[in-house]
T-cell receptor, first 117, second 111 residues
């Protein structure tokens, strides 16, 4: 099966500019996640979608970050305006969703490395 | 909320030796514990997982043990090979909530 696709792979922007990342999950995966991974740290959840609805966005800095998942498939994550501390790898992951450990397994994309200068 | 600690942060072993990475968690409601391997420039990849009703699970050279009483779980890699060099993350998932990842361990296997 095809994996989780993300683009672009790399992005360099100046602070205060805006940027958008795109994710296409594995076909049939109802749950989609966006994670932020700062260098040297584990991934931190930003937002979770179940189909096209938001399940958890408690750690999303909503003053500058936004995300959408139209039609319950592809998703975009936007940062506007970017700050220096937003430099990180942004990972998209998807899973079948549903109750129970059998549905817990994530598949991650390769991520987008953002550098804010 | 759940908090996951991971040790050591870096680990170097000789090729053929064993490597052990340990994680502790705080929430007794956590019931699923995966381990992910992240190679340079790639996203994390699931390598093994264990559920709270199991004490040990093995897959070829990789094994995971879980001690629910002490709230810790460990990854064991035997007969290490250069391709095992990567960053390894543990995670815990409380029932009904999302994963919380540890900070990662950079494993280097020296030839």
């Amino acid at each position: 099966e095809a994996g989780v696709a993300q683009s672009p792979r790399y992005k360099i922007i100046e602070k205060r500019q805006s940027v958008a990342f795109w994710c296409n999950p594995i076909s049939g995966h109802a749950t989609l996640y966006w994670y932020q991974q700062i260098l040297g740290q584990g991934p931190k959840l930003l937002i979770q979608f179940q189909n096209n609805g938001v399940v958890d966005d408690s750690q999303l800095p909503k003053d500058r970050f936004s995300a959408e998942r139209l039609k319950g498939v592809d998703s975009t994550l936007k940062i506007q305006p970017a700050k220096l501390e937003d430099s990180a790898v942004y990972l998209c992951a998807s899973s079948l969703g549903g109750i129970g450990p059998a549905n817990y397994g994530y598949t991650f994309g390769s991520g987008t490395r953002l550098t804010v200068v | 909320g759940e908090n996951v600690e991971q040790h050591p942060s870096t680990l170097s072993v000789q090729e053929g030796d064993s490597a052990v990475i340990k994680c502790t968690y705080s929430d007794s409601a956590s019931n699923y514990f995966p381990w992910y391997k992240q190679e340079l420039g790639k996203g994390p990849q699931l390598i093994i997982d264990i559920r709270s009703n199991v004490g040990e699970k093995k897959d070829q050279r990789i094994a995971v043990t879980l001690n629910k009483t002490a709230k810790h779980f460990s990854l064991h890699i035997t007969e290490t090979q250069p391709e095992d060099s990567a960053v390894y993350f543990c995670a815990a998932r409380p029932y009904g909530q999302n994963f919380v990842f540890g900070p990662g361990t950079r494993l280097s296997v020296l030839p």
